[in-house]
Protein backbone atom coordinates (compact mmCIF):
# COMPACT_ATOMS: atom_id res chain seq x y z
CA UNK A 1 0.00 0.00 0.00
CA UNK A 2 2.80 2.61 0.71
CA UNK A 3 4.62 1.75 -2.66
CA UNK A 4 1.41 2.38 -4.04
CA UNK A 5 0.65 5.74 -2.57
CA UNK A 6 4.34 6.78 -3.18
CA UNK A 7 4.28 6.14 -6.60
CA UNK A 8 0.92 8.00 -7.02
CA UNK A 9 2.42 11.09 -5.11
CA UNK A 10 5.51 10.96 -7.96
CA UNK A 11 3.23 10.55 -10.76
CA UNK A 12 0.93 13.60 -9.86
CA UNK A 13 4.05 15.31 -9.22
CA UNK A 14 5.83 14.47 -12.72
CA UNK A 15 2.20 14.82 -14.38
CA UNK A 16 2.28 18.75 -12.79
CA UNK A 17 5.67 19.24 -14.42
CA UNK A 18 4.75 18.13 -17.84
CA UNK A 19 2.95 19.26 -20.67
CA UNK A 20 -0.24 16.81 -20.56
CA UNK A 21 -1.35 14.83 -23.81
CA UNK A 22 -4.32 13.88 -24.76
CA UNK A 23 -3.63 10.06 -23.24
CA UNK A 24 -1.89 11.06 -20.40
CA UNK A 25 -4.92 13.04 -19.68
CA UNK A 26 -7.26 9.86 -19.46
CA UNK A 27 -4.46 8.26 -17.82
CA UNK A 28 -4.36 10.65 -14.92
CA UNK A 29 -8.07 10.80 -14.65
CA UNK A 30 -8.46 7.27 -14.32
CA UNK A 31 -5.92 7.13 -11.04
CA UNK A 32 -7.06 10.21 -9.66
CA UNK A 33 -10.78 11.47 -10.86
CA UNK A 34 -12.96 11.24 -7.50
CA UNK A 35 -16.50 10.24 -8.89
CA UNK A 36 -13.88 6.58 -10.19
CA UNK A 37 -12.70 6.65 -6.98
CA UNK A 38 -16.47 6.44 -5.30
CA UNK A 39 -17.63 4.08 -7.94
CA UNK A 40 -15.25 1.60 -7.12
CA UNK A 41 -17.09 1.33 -3.86
CA UNK A 42 -19.75 -0.12 -5.60
CA UNK A 43 -18.09 -3.29 -6.86
CA UNK A 44 -16.21 -3.64 -3.02
CA UNK A 45 -20.06 -3.83 -1.83
CA UNK A 46 -21.18 -6.54 -4.74
CA UNK A 47 -18.11 -8.77 -4.06
CA UNK A 48 -19.05 -8.73 0.33
CA UNK A 49 -22.78 -9.81 -1.20
CA UNK A 50 -21.40 -12.49 -2.89
CA UNK A 51 -19.96 -13.89 0.13
CA UNK A 52 -22.53 -13.66 1.81
CA UNK A 53 -24.76 -15.63 0.05
CA UNK A 54 -22.57 -17.92 -0.22
CA UNK A 55 -22.88 -18.30 3.88
CA UNK A 56 -25.05 -20.85 5.56
CA UNK A 57 -28.23 -20.06 7.92
CA UNK A 58 -27.00 -19.63 11.31
CA UNK A 59 -28.72 -22.31 13.42
CA UNK A 60 -31.44 -21.44 16.08
CA UNK A 61 -31.06 -22.20 20.14
CA UNK A 62 -33.98 -22.04 21.47
CA UNK A 63 -34.67 -22.18 25.64
CA UNK A 64 -37.54 -22.55 28.01
CA UNK A 65 -38.16 -22.90 31.63
CA UNK A 66 -40.70 -23.71 33.66
CA UNK A 67 -41.37 -23.46 37.07
CA UNK A 68 -44.26 -25.37 39.58
CA UNK A 69 -45.73 -22.79 41.90
CA UNK A 70 -45.22 -23.46 45.88
CA UNK A 71 -48.97 -23.91 46.32
CA UNK A 72 -49.66 -25.79 43.78
CA UNK A 73 -50.41 -29.57 45.10
CA UNK A 74 -48.05 -31.11 42.35
CA UNK A 75 -45.33 -29.54 44.15
CA UNK A 76 -42.81 -31.56 45.67
CA UNK A 77 -42.17 -30.41 49.35
CA UNK A 78 -39.30 -32.20 49.74
CA UNK A 79 -37.20 -30.29 47.21
CA UNK A 80 -36.18 -27.08 46.54
CA UNK A 81 -38.00 -24.19 45.05
CA UNK A 82 -35.17 -24.75 41.97
CA UNK A 83 -34.85 -28.27 41.93
CA UNK A 84 -35.61 -29.85 39.01
CA UNK A 85 -38.22 -31.58 40.09
CA UNK A 86 -40.29 -28.94 40.65
CA UNK A 87 -39.42 -27.65 37.25
CA UNK A 88 -39.17 -28.51 33.18
CA UNK A 89 -36.64 -27.27 31.24
CA UNK A 90 -36.62 -26.96 27.06
CA UNK A 91 -33.51 -27.03 24.90
CA UNK A 92 -34.05 -26.59 21.13
CA UNK A 93 -31.04 -26.28 18.60
CA UNK A 94 -32.51 -26.36 15.02
CA UNK A 95 -31.74 -24.59 11.67
CA UNK A 96 -33.17 -23.87 8.53
CA UNK A 97 -32.06 -25.42 5.24
CA UNK A 98 -32.55 -23.80 1.68
CA UNK A 99 -34.19 -26.64 -0.64
CA UNK A 100 -34.54 -26.83 -4.39
CA UNK A 101 -31.33 -25.56 -4.56
CA UNK A 102 -32.24 -21.96 -3.22
CA UNK A 103 -28.64 -21.26 -1.63
CA UNK A 104 -26.72 -22.24 -5.23
CA UNK A 105 -29.19 -20.19 -7.41
CA UNK A 106 -28.93 -16.90 -4.78
CA UNK A 107 -25.04 -17.23 -4.91
CA UNK A 108 -25.48 -17.63 -8.63
CA UNK A 109 -27.19 -14.23 -8.65
CA UNK A 110 -25.02 -12.42 -6.58
CA UNK A 111 -21.86 -13.60 -8.32
CA UNK A 112 -23.94 -12.40 -11.62
CA UNK A 113 -23.93 -8.89 -10.01
CA UNK A 114 -20.82 -9.02 -8.72
CA UNK A 115 -19.25 -9.35 -12.62
CA UNK A 116 -22.09 -6.35 -13.12
CA UNK A 117 -20.40 -4.01 -10.77
CA UNK A 118 -17.35 -4.57 -12.43
CA UNK A 119 -19.18 -3.79 -16.00
CA UNK A 120 -20.68 -0.75 -14.61
CA UNK A 121 -17.57 0.63 -13.41
CA UNK A 122 -15.94 -0.25 -17.27
CA UNK A 123 -18.91 2.29 -18.45
CA UNK A 124 -18.55 4.90 -16.07
CA UNK A 125 -14.55 4.47 -16.92
CA UNK A 126 -15.88 5.00 -20.69
CA UNK A 127 -17.81 8.20 -19.71
CA UNK A 128 -14.84 9.88 -17.83
CA UNK A 129 -12.63 8.93 -20.24
CA UNK A 130 -14.47 10.61 -22.89
CA UNK A 131 -15.51 13.46 -21.02
CA UNK A 132 -11.85 14.00 -20.26
CA UNK A 133 -10.76 13.93 -23.79
CA UNK A 134 -13.33 16.60 -25.14
CA UNK A 135 -12.28 18.41 -22.10
CA UNK A 136 -9.02 18.55 -23.40
CA UNK A 137 -10.10 19.10 -26.48
CA UNK A 138 -11.68 21.98 -25.48
CA UNK A 139 -8.58 23.34 -23.81
CA UNK A 140 -6.69 22.79 -26.89
CA UNK A 141 -9.15 24.73 -29.14
CA UNK A 142 -9.04 27.63 -27.02
CA UNK A 143 -5.12 27.62 -26.62
CA UNK A 144 -5.08 28.00 -30.31
CA UNK A 145 -8.11 30.56 -30.28
CA UNK A 146 -5.89 32.34 -27.65
CA UNK A 147 -2.55 32.52 -29.75
CA UNK A 148 -4.51 33.43 -33.10
CA UNK A 149 -5.69 36.66 -31.54
CA UNK A 150 -2.71 37.32 -29.77
CA UNK A 151 -1.16 37.01 -33.17
CA UNK A 152 -3.36 38.74 -35.62
CA UNK A 153 -3.76 41.89 -32.41
CA UNK A 154 -0.06 42.12 -32.78
CA UNK A 155 -0.16 41.76 -36.61
CA UNK A 156 -2.78 44.93 -36.64
CA UNK A 157 -0.62 47.20 -34.14
CA UNK A 158 2.28 46.57 -36.37
CA UNK A 159 0.28 47.80 -39.18
CA UNK A 160 -1.31 50.76 -37.37
CA UNK A 161 2.10 52.14 -36.57
CA UNK A 162 3.31 51.87 -40.07
CA UNK A 163 0.43 53.42 -41.63
CA UNK A 164 0.48 56.24 -39.09
CA UNK A 165 3.84 57.18 -40.20
CA UNK A 166 3.11 56.81 -43.87
CA UNK A 167 -0.25 58.67 -43.18
CA UNK A 168 2.00 61.65 -41.83
CA UNK A 169 4.51 61.49 -44.45
CA UNK A 170 2.67 60.71 -47.61
CA UNK A 171 -0.98 61.82 -46.46
CA UNK A 172 -1.92 59.51 -48.93
CA UNK A 173 -4.02 56.44 -46.88
CA UNK A 174 -6.97 56.25 -46.57
CA UNK A 175 -8.96 57.90 -43.87
CA UNK A 176 -12.18 55.60 -43.62
CA UNK A 177 -9.64 52.43 -44.17
CA UNK A 178 -7.25 53.18 -41.68
CA UNK A 179 -10.09 53.99 -39.34
CA UNK A 180 -11.70 50.27 -40.11
CA UNK A 181 -8.06 48.95 -38.79
CA UNK A 182 -8.38 50.83 -35.77
CA UNK A 183 -11.72 49.28 -34.94
CA UNK A 184 -10.52 45.97 -36.35
CA UNK A 185 -7.71 46.22 -33.91
CA UNK A 186 -9.99 47.03 -31.12
CA UNK A 187 -11.64 43.98 -31.79
CA UNK A 188 -8.63 41.54 -32.20
CA UNK A 189 -8.15 42.86 -28.54
CA UNK A 190 -11.37 42.10 -27.05
CA UNK A 191 -10.94 39.01 -28.71
CA UNK A 192 -7.76 38.09 -27.07
CA UNK A 193 -9.89 38.86 -23.89
CA UNK A 194 -12.18 36.43 -24.40
CA UNK A 195 -9.90 33.50 -25.83
CA UNK A 196 -7.60 34.14 -22.16
CA UNK A 197 -10.44 33.77 -19.96
CA UNK A 198 -12.28 31.00 -21.91
CA UNK A 199 -8.54 29.45 -22.14
CA UNK A 200 -8.58 30.22 -18.30
CA UNK A 201 -12.03 28.52 -17.58
CA UNK A 202 -11.47 25.35 -19.61
CA UNK A 203 -8.24 24.42 -17.94
CA UNK A 204 -9.67 25.03 -14.86
CA UNK A 205 -12.72 22.48 -15.74
CA UNK A 206 -10.08 20.15 -16.93
CA UNK A 207 -7.89 20.42 -14.05
CA UNK A 208 -10.77 19.78 -11.86
CA UNK A 209 -11.79 16.56 -13.47
CA UNK A 210 -7.86 15.10 -12.95
CA UNK A 211 -8.06 16.03 -9.28
CA UNK A 212 -4.98 18.07 -9.51
CA UNK A 213 -3.83 21.16 -7.64
CA UNK A 214 -0.69 22.16 -9.60
CA UNK A 215 -0.49 24.09 -12.40
CA UNK A 216 -1.55 22.17 -15.47
CA UNK A 217 -0.66 22.73 -19.24
CA UNK A 218 -1.60 20.93 -22.05
CA UNK A 219 0.81 19.85 -24.84
CA UNK A 220 -0.50 21.39 -27.59
CA UNK A 221 1.76 19.51 -30.24
CA UNK A 222 -0.51 16.31 -29.46
CA UNK A 223 -2.26 15.79 -32.67
CA UNK A 224 -1.44 11.77 -33.13
CA UNK A 225 -3.86 9.49 -33.19
CA UNK A 226 -3.72 6.16 -31.21
CA UNK A 227 -5.48 4.22 -33.61
CA UNK A 228 -6.02 3.96 -37.27
CA UNK A 229 -9.76 3.05 -37.80
CA UNK A 230 -9.92 1.39 -40.86
CA UNK A 231 -12.92 -1.21 -40.04
CA UNK A 232 -16.39 -1.44 -41.64
CA UNK A 233 -19.60 -0.79 -39.40
CA UNK A 234 -20.40 -4.27 -38.93
CA UNK A 235 -16.68 -5.00 -37.51
CA UNK A 236 -16.58 -2.11 -34.93
CA UNK A 237 -20.62 -3.05 -33.90
CA UNK A 238 -19.19 -6.82 -33.45
CA UNK A 239 -16.56 -5.40 -31.48
CA UNK A 240 -18.23 -2.81 -29.70
CA UNK A 241 -20.59 -5.56 -28.41
CA UNK A 242 -17.62 -7.13 -26.89
CA UNK A 243 -15.99 -4.33 -25.58
CA UNK A 244 -18.89 -1.79 -24.22
CA UNK A 245 -19.37 -1.24 -20.63
CA UNK A 246 -22.35 -0.80 -21.37
CA UNK A 247 -23.38 -3.95 -23.41
CA UNK A 248 -21.46 -5.99 -21.44
CA UNK A 249 -23.62 -4.69 -18.61
CA UNK A 250 -27.05 -5.38 -20.38
CA UNK A 251 -25.87 -8.67 -20.93
CA UNK A 252 -25.32 -9.80 -17.68
CA UNK A 253 -28.86 -7.97 -16.13
CA UNK A 254 -30.18 -10.29 -18.74
CA UNK A 255 -28.66 -13.35 -17.10
CA UNK A 256 -29.17 -12.22 -13.69
CA UNK A 257 -32.64 -11.88 -14.53
CA UNK A 258 -32.94 -15.32 -15.58
CA UNK A 259 -30.71 -16.56 -12.17
CA UNK A 260 -33.35 -14.25 -10.10
CA UNK A 261 -36.59 -16.20 -11.84
CA UNK A 262 -34.60 -19.68 -11.30
CA UNK A 263 -34.22 -18.57 -7.87
CA UNK A 264 -37.90 -17.45 -7.02
CA UNK A 265 -39.26 -20.49 -8.42
CA UNK A 266 -37.44 -22.86 -5.70
CA UNK A 267 -38.66 -20.57 -3.64
CA UNK A 268 -42.26 -21.49 -3.92
CA UNK A 269 -41.23 -24.32 -0.95
CA UNK A 270 -40.72 -22.02 2.55
CA UNK A 271 -37.88 -23.49 4.33
CA UNK A 272 -37.95 -26.13 6.66
CA UNK A 273 -36.34 -25.97 10.20
CA UNK A 274 -35.34 -29.04 11.41
CA UNK A 275 -33.27 -29.53 14.86
CA UNK A 276 -32.89 -31.53 18.39
CA UNK A 277 -34.67 -31.11 21.57
CA UNK A 278 -33.96 -32.01 25.07
CA UNK A 279 -36.81 -31.63 27.40
CA UNK A 280 -36.21 -32.62 30.94
CA UNK A 281 -39.55 -32.78 32.72
CA UNK A 282 -39.37 -32.93 36.76
CA UNK A 283 -36.50 -35.20 36.58
CA UNK A 284 -37.36 -37.56 34.21
CA UNK A 285 -35.17 -36.84 30.72
CA UNK A 286 -37.05 -36.40 27.47
CA UNK A 287 -35.37 -36.29 24.02
CA UNK A 288 -36.68 -35.68 20.64
CA UNK A 289 -36.47 -33.93 17.46
CA UNK A 290 -38.26 -30.70 16.20
CA UNK A 291 -39.14 -30.36 12.70
CA UNK A 292 -41.32 -27.34 11.30
CA UNK A 293 -42.24 -26.66 7.68
CA UNK A 294 -44.84 -23.61 6.56
CA UNK A 295 -47.24 -25.09 3.81
CA UNK A 296 -47.56 -23.24 0.60
CA UNK A 297 -51.26 -23.46 0.31
CA UNK A 298 -51.93 -19.60 -0.52
CA UNK A 299 -48.42 -17.94 -0.75
CA UNK A 300 -46.67 -20.20 -3.04
CA UNK A 301 -44.33 -17.25 -4.23
CA UNK A 302 -46.42 -16.25 -7.01
CA UNK A 303 -46.40 -13.19 -7.45
CA UNK A 304 -42.68 -12.97 -7.25
CA UNK A 305 -42.03 -15.61 -9.78
CA UNK A 306 -44.66 -13.73 -12.29
CA UNK A 307 -42.54 -10.35 -11.82
CA UNK A 308 -38.90 -12.17 -12.12
CA UNK A 309 -40.40 -13.40 -15.93
CA UNK A 310 -41.64 -9.93 -16.65
CA UNK A 311 -37.88 -8.97 -15.44
CA UNK A 312 -36.20 -11.13 -18.09
CA UNK A 313 -38.41 -10.23 -21.06
CA UNK A 314 -38.05 -6.17 -20.02
CA UNK A 315 -33.97 -7.04 -19.89
CA UNK A 316 -34.08 -8.67 -23.39
CA UNK A 317 -36.25 -5.86 -24.90
CA UNK A 318 -33.23 -3.72 -23.75
CA UNK A 319 -30.84 -5.59 -24.92
CA UNK A 320 -32.19 -5.55 -28.11
CA UNK A 321 -32.68 -1.52 -28.12
CA UNK A 322 -29.33 -0.79 -27.22
CA UNK A 323 -27.89 -2.89 -29.79
CA UNK A 324 -29.96 -1.10 -32.34
CA UNK A 325 -28.92 2.24 -31.08
CA UNK A 326 -25.23 0.81 -31.30
CA UNK A 327 -24.88 0.53 -35.02
CA UNK A 328 -26.75 4.13 -35.24
CA UNK A 329 -24.26 5.77 -32.81
CA UNK A 330 -21.07 3.72 -34.32
CA UNK A 331 -22.43 4.82 -38.13
CA UNK A 332 -22.94 8.29 -37.16
CA UNK A 333 -19.44 8.61 -35.20
CA UNK A 334 -17.92 6.81 -37.93
CA UNK A 335 -19.18 9.23 -41.20
CA UNK A 336 -18.46 12.06 -39.22
CA UNK A 337 -15.18 11.41 -38.08
CA UNK A 338 -14.67 10.96 -42.47
CA UNK A 339 -16.14 14.08 -42.89
CA UNK A 340 -13.91 15.97 -40.36
CA UNK A 341 -10.76 14.44 -41.66
CA UNK A 342 -11.25 15.17 -45.03
CA UNK A 343 -12.60 18.75 -44.43
CA UNK A 344 -9.47 19.60 -42.00
CA UNK A 345 -7.22 18.91 -45.72
CA UNK A 346 -9.41 21.09 -47.38
CA UNK A 347 -9.38 24.03 -44.63
CA UNK A 348 -5.66 23.21 -44.23
CA UNK A 349 -5.27 24.46 -48.27
CA UNK A 350 -7.49 27.51 -47.51
CA UNK A 351 -5.65 28.35 -44.91
CA UNK A 352 -2.31 28.70 -47.38
CA UNK A 353 -4.07 29.93 -49.99
CA UNK A 354 -5.25 32.63 -47.70
CA UNK A 355 -1.24 33.13 -46.08
CA UNK A 356 -0.10 33.75 -49.38
CA UNK A 357 -3.03 36.30 -50.27
CA UNK A 358 -2.20 38.23 -47.14
CA UNK A 359 1.46 38.12 -47.95
CA UNK A 360 0.91 39.32 -52.07
CA UNK A 361 -1.40 42.08 -50.40
CA UNK A 362 0.92 43.17 -47.80
CA UNK A 363 3.76 43.91 -50.52
CA UNK A 364 1.65 45.35 -52.87
CA UNK A 365 0.66 47.92 -49.86
CA UNK A 366 3.95 48.56 -49.24
CA UNK A 367 4.66 49.09 -52.86
CA UNK A 368 1.71 51.52 -53.50
CA UNK A 369 -0.14 49.38 -55.63
CA UNK A 370 -3.07 48.69 -53.95
CA UNK A 371 -5.32 50.15 -51.22
CA UNK A 372 -5.60 49.66 -47.42
CA UNK A 373 -9.30 48.78 -47.78
CA UNK A 374 -8.09 45.49 -49.83
CA UNK A 375 -4.94 44.99 -47.09
CA UNK A 376 -8.10 45.20 -44.09
CA UNK A 377 -10.48 42.76 -46.43
CA UNK A 378 -7.34 40.18 -46.58
CA UNK A 379 -6.37 40.23 -43.04
CA UNK A 380 -10.20 39.47 -42.21
CA UNK A 381 -10.12 36.76 -44.02
CA UNK A 382 -7.09 35.51 -43.04
CA UNK A 383 -8.45 35.56 -39.38
CA UNK A 384 -11.56 34.03 -40.62
CA UNK A 385 -10.25 31.15 -42.33
CA UNK A 386 -7.51 30.80 -39.92
CA UNK A 387 -10.49 30.47 -37.18
CA UNK A 388 -12.33 27.88 -39.60
CA UNK A 389 -9.02 25.61 -39.80
CA UNK A 390 -8.92 25.73 -35.79
CA UNK A 391 -12.44 24.77 -35.47
CA UNK A 392 -11.95 22.26 -38.26
CA UNK A 393 -9.39 20.15 -36.16
CA UNK A 394 -11.47 20.61 -32.90
CA UNK A 395 -14.65 18.80 -34.82
CA UNK A 396 -12.27 16.14 -36.59
CA UNK A 397 -10.42 15.11 -32.89
CA UNK A 398 -14.41 15.59 -31.04
CA UNK A 399 -15.42 13.15 -33.91
CA UNK A 400 -12.45 10.84 -33.29
CA UNK A 401 -13.34 10.53 -29.92
CA UNK A 402 -16.97 9.77 -30.72
CA UNK A 403 -15.54 7.14 -32.47
CA UNK A 404 -13.58 5.67 -29.86
CA UNK A 405 -16.33 6.60 -27.45
CA UNK A 406 -18.78 4.18 -29.29
CA UNK A 407 -16.79 1.52 -30.46
CA UNK A 408 -15.44 1.30 -26.77
CA UNK A 409 -11.52 1.56 -27.87
CA UNK A 410 -11.53 4.99 -25.65
CA UNK A 411 -10.89 2.40 -22.89
CA UNK A 412 -7.64 1.84 -24.28
CA UNK A 413 -6.02 5.03 -24.60
Known amino acids: MRLLLLFIIIYQHTVAQKSLTLRNAVDVARINNLTLKSSRYNMLYAEQDYKKSKLSLNPIFNFQYLQLMPWAKEFDAGYSFLNGANSQDWFQLTKKFQVLGQRKYKMEMTNSMNTLSMAQFDDLERNIAYSVATQWIEVWYSLQYQKLAVKAADY??????????????????????????????????????????????????????????DTLAIAEADTSEEFDINADIDSLVHFATLKRGDIIA?????????ENYRWQKSLWLPQPEFGLVANPQNKIPYYGIFFTQPLPVFDKNQTEIQKSKLMVRQSELEYEKMTKQLKTEISRALNSYKVNKRLVSVFKHNLEDAEKMLTIVTQKFISGNTAMVDMWEAERTWYSINITYIESIKEYRKSYIDLLFATGLINDL
Open 156 to 213: IDLWLGETDSLWRIKKNIDEVAFLRFQILDDQYDLEREKAELKYYNELKELQFMLSLN
Open 250 to 258: NMQEIKIAK
